[in-house]
């Protein structure tokens, strides 16, 4: 069926028509709007869950280990300072291989305070053993949303959807909603490898440090296969929606020269700048990274080969570079780096045409472009 | 009823987490413990081994009482009929207070119990908010300057369905409100005292008789609060100032208040007077 709804709200149908039986969540703009609607579907009866109106972001988290570990399919959202404050909860989830689903609605951490979006906020858990994936539309938030549960209980590491504060949260877009029964083909019972309390088992508790090492090394693995997961999954709902939403997406780099590297909501105007420099001749595609992680090394190497690169970073690792940058960096050479839109600043099709045209003339070295392309 | 804390567990000599443990299994028949950092996630053994013998859910330090909801949420889920149980500190308690506040608010259907040794003990004895006036812990060296906070009388204040205070000297009384609590749907709180050999320096074959005397000297009130406001029966006697045990006799026994001046004898025993203000005025509620 198709709808228009903003992203907050098409997340918020992705969890009710995932059968998710424990919501809890701490309200942060920009997604609030995700578990106001989930709490009145729950209200309601729409949808038979239990939701905990928690008193933090770090509960909101804990709340959702509790339950996921007790074996229910579970939810919660945030964004930024929220992601920030439970951020003892992100590990402590994704070291207990537990699977569950958030929603990270990215936006610029403070001070200042600053509601919009940037990357910065969901790149502090790439080191953390989650699944990120970020994505450009509203469609894509829900579809992604929906396939992270499955994906988040085949491999036991809980999974991140991510959308751009306001250009998704808050923007209706025409959005293909799944009937409950085709919802329930795609996505079965929760599977999960121990639930609490059935036996008189103890999670979490000290243990040797071989025992840390080797439970590491498992999720370390875990992630490095990951890959396969996330292709079989999305293939899976492909084959039933028409839509894939594979690890990485490619637009017009077939015969490329130049080859941009970035991912969110600004991808979207990225195809725009590339069709218009494509009208003048200039042989410039996109990769587009749906997840940072796993990061399909291998994939993105063979795409961009032979290509000249650049990487283009919404957030900042202070004194180095941007993250997705530094990232493609350790494993490929020549690359371009630059970080622009921090804090929210526009930048829009017509900055990114400018920006792109000055790549494709080999004028552009790495840099940090605060306010405006020149 | 069962043994639930098995033999050869690492707690310490005289530890009182390991007696409060034990009544748990005498008074709850079917429960999971949730345990946040601190003695406790010690006590509870290092994997393969284990030493509680019901299902335990080691949690982060702050983050107890929101797991614990979940859980409930779970359980509620599939009609399970478990208590979920959390046993936390007064560090746990420090520093989950907002958390526990929330629960509370929410009235979700789990027990808190803070088993308190009056300081941060896991991590080598510093002064937490609950720590008794006066005493010297590793970050009060000179003696704790500041008033102690009173935990379950700020619980109560959160009208709760139940909230009591214990303590591990007075074991039948712990257990009894425990067995009271097992059937109570919602949010249920239990302040056990639970003083701690090594961090108040004392004799570890001591830790009952302490225990007991902070009870006899007016220091620790017992109280229940199950819709209505009981000074239970171990106290009932020591709201006559007249009756209560020498409050010097408490203090010397522990190395913890070594060199206290009478005047801050004195300024103890105004706390402790106006501890009991408190609880007279509860009475009349």
Same mark, same amino acid.
């Given at each position: 069926?198709?709808?228009?709804?903003?992203?907050?709200?098409?997340?918020?149908?992705? +969890? =009710?028509?995932?059968?998710?039986?424990?919501?809890?969540?701490?309200?942060?703009?920009?997604?609030?709007?995700?578990?106001?609607?989930?709490?009145?579907?729950?209200?309601?009866?729409?949808?038979?869950?239990?939701?905990?109106?928690?008193?933090?972001?770090?509960?909101?988290?804990?709340?959702?280990?509790?339950?996921?570990?007790?074996?229910?399919?579970?939810?919660?959202?945030?964004?930024?300072?929220?992601?920030?404050?439970?951020?003892?909860?992100? #590990?402590?989830?994704?070291?207990?291989?537990?699977?569950?689903?958030?929603? +990270?609605?990215?936006?610029?951490?403070?001070?200042? #305070?600053?509601?919009?979006?940037?990357?910065?906020?969901?790149?502090?858990?790439? *080191?953390?053993? #989650?699944?990120?994936?970020?994505?450009?539309?509203?469609?894509?938030?829900?579809?992604?949303?929906?396939?992270?549960?499955?994906?988040? /209980?085949?491999?036991?590491?809980?999974?991140?959807?991510?959308?751009?504060?306001?250009?998704?949260?808050?923007?209706?877009?025409?959005?293909?909603?799944?009937?409950?029964?085709?919802? *329930?083909?795609?996505?079965?019972?929760?599977?999960?490898?121990?639930?609490?309390?059935?036996?008189?088992?103890?999670?979490?508790?000290?243990?040797?440090?071989?025992?840390?090492?080797?439970?590491?090394?498992?999720?370390?693995?875990?992630?490095? =296969?990951?890959?396969?997961?996330?292709?079989?999954?999305?293939?899976?709902?492909?084959?039933?929606?028409?839509?894939?939403?594979?690890?990485?997406?490619?637009?017009?780099?077939?015969?490329? /020269?130049?080859?941009?590297?970035?991912?969110?909501? #600004?991808?979207?105007?990225?195809?725009?700048?590339? *069709?218009?420099?494509?009208?003048?001749?200039?042989?410039?595609?996109?990769?587009?990274?749906?997840?940072?992680?796993?990061?399909?090394?291998?994939?993105?190497?063979?795409?961009?080969?032979?290509?000249?690169?650049?990487?283009?970073?919404?957030?900042?690792?202070?004194?180095?570079?941007?993250?997705?940058?530094?990232?493609?960096?350790?494993?490929?050479?020549?690359?371009?780096?630059?970080?622009?839109?921090?804090?929210?600043?526009?930048?829009?099709?017509?900055?990114?045409? =400018?920006?792109?045209? =000055?790549?494709?003339?080999?004028?552009?070295? *790495?840099?940090?472009?605060?306010?405006? +392309?020149? | 009823?069962?043994?639930?804390?098995?033999?050869?567990?690492?707690?310490?000599? %005289?530890?009182?987490?390991?007696?409060?443990?034990?009544?748990? %299994?005498?008074?709850?028949?079917?429960?999971?413990?949730?345990?946040?950092?601190?003695?406790?996630?010690?006590? $509870?053994?290092?994997? &393969?081994?284990?030493?509680?013998?019901?299902?335990?859910?080691?949690?982060?330090?702050?983050?107890?009482?929101?797991? $614990?909801?979940?859980?409930?949420?779970?359980?509620?889920?599939?009609?399970?009929?478990?208590?979920?149980?959390?046993?936390?500190?007064?560090? %746990?308690?420090?520093?989950?207070? $907002?958390?526990?506040?929330?629960?509370?608010?929410?009235?979700?259907?789990?027990?808190?119990?803070?088993?308190?040794?009056?300081?941060?003990?896991?991590?080598?004895?510093?002064?937490?908010?609950?720590?008794?006036?006066?005493?010297?812990?590793?970050?009060?060296?000179?003696?704790?300057?500041?008033?102690?906070?009173?935990?379950?009388?700020?619980?109560?204040?959160?009208?709760? &369905?139940?909230?009591?205070?214990?303590?591990?000297?007075?074991?039948?009384?712990?257990?009894?409100?425990?067995?009271?609590?097992?059937?109570?749907?919602?949010?249920?709180?239990?302040?056990?005292?639970?003083?701690?050999? &090594?961090?108040?320096?004392?004799?570890?074959? !001591?830790?009952?008789?302490?225990?007991?005397?902070?009870?006899?000297?007016?220091?620790?009130?017992?109280?229940?609060?199950?819709?209505?406001?009981?000074?239970?029966?171990?106290?009932?006697?020591?709201?006559?100032?007249?009756?209560?045990?020498?409050?010097?006799?408490?203090? !010397?026994?522990?190395?913890?208040?070594? %060199?206290?001046?009478?005047?801050?004898?004195?300024?103890?025993?105004?706390?402790?007077?106006?501890?009991?203000?408190?609880?007279?005025?509860?009475?009349?509620?």
């Amino acid at each position: 069926m198709k709808t228009i709804m903003t992203g907050n709200q098409a997340v918020a149908e992705a +969890v =009710k028509l995932s059968r998710t039986e424990v919501i809890a969540a701490y309200p942060i703009t920009p997604q609030t709007v995700i578990v106001e609607k989930l709490a009145e579907m729950v209200d309601s009866g729409e949808l038979d869950a239990e939701f905990i109106r928690v008193e933090s972001e770090h509960s909101a988290l804990a709340s959702v280990y509790g339950s996921a570990v007790a074996g229910k399919r579970s939810f919660t959202a945030t964004s930024s300072h929220g992601l920030l404050y439970m951020y003892e909860m992100v #590990w402590w989830v994704a070291n207990a291989r537990v699977p569950l689903v958030m929603a +990270v609605v990215t936006r610029t951490i403070g001070p200042p #305070w600053n509601i919009h979006t940037d990357h910065t906020d969901i790149l502090t858990m790439r *080191d953390s053993g #989650w699944i990120i994936s970020m994505a450009e539309n509203v469609q894509e938030a829900f579809d992604l949303t929906l396939q992270g549960f499955k994906i988040s /209980e085949e491999l036991n590491l809980p999974f991140t959807a991510g959308m751009d504060a306001f250009q998704l949260s808050h923007t209706s877009e025409v959005v293909e909603i799944l009937d409950q029964e085709t919802a *329930d083909s795609f996505l079965p019972e929760r599977r999960q490898c121990y639930v609490f309390g059935e036996e008189n088992t103890t999670i979490g508790s000290l243990a040797p440090n071989e025992c840390t090492a080797k439970l590491r090394k498992d999720t370390f693995e875990t992630m490095l =296969k990951a890959d396969k997961t996330i292709d079989k999954v999305s293939k899976e709902y492909e084959e039933i929606t028409g839509r894939n939403c594979g690890l990485i997406e490619e637009y017009r780099i077939d015969d490329a /020269e130049y080859a941009v590297v970035m991912m969110g909501a #600004w991808s979207g105007d990225a195809k725009d700048a590339i *069709d218009e420099l494509r009208k003048e001749g200039i042989p410039i595609g996109l990769l587009k990274l749906r997840y940072i992680r796993p990061i399909p090394q291998k994939r993105i190497e063979k795409v961009l080969e032979g290509r000249e690169i650049l990487v283009l970073d919404r957030d900042c690792s202070m004194g180095l570079g941007g993250i997705i940058g530094t990232e493609l960096k350790s494993f490929m050479d020549d690359i371009t780096n630059v970080i622009a839109g921090i804090g929210g600043v526009d930048v829009g099709v017509n900055e990114l045409t =400018k920006l792109f045209r =000055k790549f494709s003339e080999d004028k552009l070295k *790495d840099e940090v472009i605060f306010l405006e +392309v020149i | 009823m069962k043994t639930i804390v098995m033999p050869g567990n690492p707690s310490c000599q %005289g530890c009182p987490h390991a007696i409060g443990l034990k009544a748990l %299994g005498l008074a709850l028949e079917d429960f999971v413990l949730v345990i946040p950092a601190g003695c406790s996630t010690i006590i $509870a053994g290092i994997h &393969p081994k284990a030493t509680l013998n019901v299902p335990v859910l080691h949690v982060p330090f702050a983050s107890a009482p929101a797991v $614990a909801a979940g859980i409930s949420a779970a359980f509620k889920r599939e009609n399970k009929k478990k208590n979920v149980v959390i046993w936390m500190g007064d560090g %746990g308690a420090d520093i989950g207070f $907002a958390t526990i506040s929330g629960s509370a608010v929410r009235n979700d259907d789990i027990i808190v119990i803070v088993s308190d040794n009056e300081a941060y003990m896991n991590t080598g004895i510093q002064a937490s908010g609950t720590t008794f006036w006066k005493a010297k812990t590793t970050t009060s060296p000179a003696g704790k300057r500041e008033d102690r906070k009173d935990l379950a009388a700020i619980m109560l204040m959160h009208r709760v &369905p139940y909230v009591a205070t214990a303590s591990v000297g007075y074991m039948n009384d712990f257990i009894k409100k425990l067995e009271k609590v097992k059937s109570i749907k919602g949010f249920r709180f239990i302040h056990l005292h639970s003083p701690c050999p &090594p961090g108040w320096r004392f004799d570890s074959s !001591k830790t009952v008789e302490i225990a007991r005397m902070a009870v006899k000297c007016g220091a620790w009130i017992l109280w229940e609060f199950d819709g209505k406001f009981n000074l239970s029966p171990a106290s009932k006697p020591y709201k006559d100032k007249n009756k209560r045990k020498d409050l010097k006799d408490y203090l !010397k026994m522990q190395g913890r208040f070594k %060199g206290l001046s009478e005047n801050e004898i004195l300024e103890i025993e105004k706390a402790i007077d106006k501890q009991w203000k408190y609880i007279e005025c509860f009475e009349n509620i």
